[in-house]
Structures are given as structure tokens and as C-alpha cells.
């Protein structure tokens, strides 16, 4: 029956403005429903009130949850210039909730937060990278694949400089599966930096992955190879100097990486050039 109910909370979070039919639709606390004229600070007051009753309430607490990620699709800067601490700070408290439904749903509200007010983040960008990536820890799928969004996200929303500054000391020193979330995040960040940052980056970066390379885990491994190459299609031959210590053989199969990504790029290359003479 749980499993029956969190199916259904989910798929209403992850569009919560279709129509659902059906006896198991959740019905929100009639406290959230908008009153006339309610001021929408006001009601974001209320939601948060109800989302610090930790461990309690967790029908009531998944109904805050939806609700909010209703308000954070709406542009209101007085809103969020008043709730955002406050919002955040809970949300990556309920990150810890004992109800696997509502992670998954903090999770999911966290990243919608953060792909409408990245710039908001600036100050929080170490404590939400670490809430982010300790969720990858979770024994329950559906939280991992919502940890796995949000840190996609914060990839692409916090300025890359600070995000590898926060991420390289969790590569070199986390567990699996966190340094391998780690890496990815890493990754994504690295697809987006200029050439000159990444080169002043590389004595902080280059360490983890070496490590990496030769981690027990094989997807921690291939990851470390992945972000490697990404490095490469940035700044191209001067990331060989950096990779004295890798065996021949790794450089081998790096150096087989690396061929098979130009032979990837090349041929998206060509096919856009024939489609956009056609």
C-alpha cells in the first residue's frame, strides 16, 4: 500500500499541473490551498512550518512539498528573496527524513529551485553539493535517481570554478558511490569551464582522478577516464604532461578514449554541416 501511494506522489510531483483521476490521488491540507487574496508569502510561511514537523505528518509534508515546487515555477522575487534560506535549509534537512517518499521529493524540488534561482545558490554551493551527493548513499532507487538529477543540475547552476573547487577534495577522499557522483558531477562541470580556468584547475583536479583511475570500483574507474577526456577536448595536449604517472597501459586505453570522442564529435560535426546545407 506505502509502495502504491509513493508511486502515485511521485508521478504527481513530477508534473503536478495535469489532471489526475483515480481514489489514490493526494489530496493537499485545505491550509495550502490558496486563499483569495492570500499573499503568497504568507502561504509559503505556512508550507514551511509544516515542512520543519520532521518524521511527522508525512501526507501533510509531501502536500507542502508539491506545493512549493508550484511556487518555485513562478518567477516571485519579493518570495524568494525572503524564503530562500530558509527554504533551502529545510529542504536539505528533510534530506535526512526517514521517509524515503519525501526525499525523493526534496530531491526533486531542489533541482527545480536551482534550475529557476541558480544565482541564489552562490553562498550555499559547498553545503548543497555535499547534501546532493551524500543522497547517491540512499538504499532506495528512486531517492539515487532524484540525487542523480539534482547533481546534474547543480552542475550546470553553480559556477564551475567554485563547483570543482568544492567537488576535487570529495573526488580524492569519499567513498563509493560518492566519489563516483562526485566524478560525473565533475565531469559536466569541466563540459562548460573556459580553457585558461581549467588550466589553473588541473594540480587540484588531476590528482582525484589518477586515484580514481585505479579505484576498485570499475565505474569509478571508467568515470575517472571519462572526465579525463573531457579535459582533453577542453584543453586538448596540454593535459599530457599532467598524466606522467599513469601506467602505459592506461595511457593506452585514455589515449583510445580520447580518439573515440574526436571520432564521435567529428562525425555530429559533419552531420550537422551536411543538414544544415541540405
Request: glycine share 4%; charged share 25%; hydrophobic share 40%.
Amino acid at each position: 500500500m506505502k509502495e502504491a501511494v509513493f508511486d502515485d506522489d511521485v508521478e504527481q510531483f513530477r508534473d503536478s499541473r495535469r489532471q489526475e483521476s483515480g481514489e489514490n490521488k493526494m489530496t493537499l491540507p485545505k491550509v495550502f490551498a490558496p486563499a483569495g487574496g492570500q499573499d503568497h508569502s504568507d502561504l509559503v510561511a505556512d508550507l514551511l512550518k509544516e515542512l520543519s514537523n520532521h518524521n511527522e505528518r508525512s501526507e501533510e509534508r509531501k502536500g507542502a512539498l508539491v506545493e512549493l515546487l508550484k511556487i518555485t515555477r513562478e518567477d516571485n522575487v519579493a518570495v524568494w528573496d525572503e524564503h530562500f534560506k530558509t527554504i533551502l535549509l529545510l529542504l536539505l534537512e528533510t534530506l535526512g527524513d526517514k521517509d524515503h517518499t519525501i526525499r525523493a521529493l526534496a530531491l526533486r524540488l531542489l533541482k527545480e529551485i536551482l534550475r529557476n534561482q541558480p544565482a541564489r545558490f552562490k553562498n550555499y554551493a559547498e553545503l548543497t553539493i555535499m547534501k546532493t551527493l551524500e543522497a547517491h548513499k540512499d538504499s532506495h532507487k528512486e531517492v539515487v535517481r532524484a540525487a542523480e538529477e539534482a547533481a546534474s543540475t547543480l552542475a550546470g547552476s553553480i559556477h564551475p570554478e567554485q563547483c570543482i573547487k568544492v567537488l576535487c577534495p570529495i573526488v580524492q577522499t569519499a567513498d563509493y558511490p560518492i566519489n563516483l557522483a562526485a566524478i560525473k558531477m565533475q565531469t559536466k562541470v569541466i563540459e562548460r569551464i573556459a580553457k585558461d580556468s581549467l588550466l589553473l584547475l588541473l594540480p587540484d583536479i588531476i590528482p582525484g582522478l589518477l586515484q580514481g583511475y585505479d579505484n576498485t570500483e570499475s565505474s569509478v574507474r571508467k568515470a575517472s577516464v571519462f572526465c579525463l577526456v573531457a579535459i582533453y577536448s577542453v584543453i586538448g595536449e596540454d593535459l599530457k604532461p599532467h598524466l606522467a604517472l599513469l601506467t602505459g597501459s592506461k595511457m593506452k586505453l585514455l589515449n583510445l578514449y580520447i580518439k573515440r570522442a574526436q571520432t564521435t564529435n567529428s562525425n555530429s560535426s559533419s552531420s550537422s554541416d551536411v543538414s544544415s546545407h541540405s
